[in-house]
């Protein structure tokens, strides 16, 4: 599906609102207030459609400063962010080149979204490691002002030590999953040779224990999955260092056909696609290639400020001008 309009139409804003209906959360901003229209006290996204051969209706409520509420067909959940064990929606849009030009926060967060899209047993693994991490640390600060022993450091160290091999191993396991889908993605895009790499020393207690002066000295766990990263190569180069804007922008794209492709094996269906701006950056070879990669793999929304950046007829065109949005 093509969304065509001139700058500032609405065309983000159409994404985003998919986004929102699926997913219970905007990919831009996490300030909900941002999502509702200026000088409106509320906002209201209503989807409907069909999953398999079920109908499937999603309903996400907004009102300024008062939460959200999220109803799957009809029936409330939880907090709306609940959708996203439902139903999955992937976004590009250009600030998810981060991924790849970014600094390895945004490709640990990258990969943990991505293992918990994969293994939804383990969506929580990151935050509870995370809270582990932020314990342990408090209870070096307390060894460190002598307000405490370091035995008392003990439990907090097993923890961190068992919940960050574990993060370890469910991330690599993810990377497995999605690297040989990537790779093929990539070769489809004129990428050849990507691949993903985790980069990370192995935790253990005794690990942690060997460097205890060191963290005792920081106040601050020096060794773990929050600290480690996920280099993205295409023929051996890291492409963060040495790719081309073009080849960063190919190689994030690669990361998302390539978890749809791996969602769509694990679940039966392929999740939500929402590319915004892509078009606009990509040669006219990759473009075509692009475009014949999203024929067949469930619903993609692309949106252009021109209709002739795509260089296949699409399937639906929509054209959005302020305030409305038309067929053709
Ligand atoms: N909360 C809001 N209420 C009303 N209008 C808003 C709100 N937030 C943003 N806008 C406006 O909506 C308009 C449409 O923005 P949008 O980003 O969807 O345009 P676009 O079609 O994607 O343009 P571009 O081609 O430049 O990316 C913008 O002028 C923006 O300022
Ligand atoms: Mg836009």
Redesign the pocket.
Known sequence: MLVV?P???????LLEALHVGTQGFSPRTRSDA?????GEGGARVALGGHRDEAPLSVEVVLRAGAGKQARLNGIALRSAEQLRSDLATLVFTPDRLAVVKGGPAVRRAYVDRALGRLFPARTELPGEYAAAVGQRNAALRRVGLGVSSREALEPWTARTAALGAALAQARSKALALLEPEVAVIGEALRLPGLRLEYRGEALSAQALDDRLDRDLERGATGLGPHLDDVGVLAGGRDLRLYGSQGEQRLAVLALLLGEAAAIADRTGGPPLLLFD?VLSELDPERRRALASLLAGRGQALV?A?DASFLPVAPDLLLT?QPGEVTRG
């Open positions: 309009g700058n500032g139409a609405g065309k983000t804003n941002q999502l509702i229209r200026f701006d949106t400020t959005v």
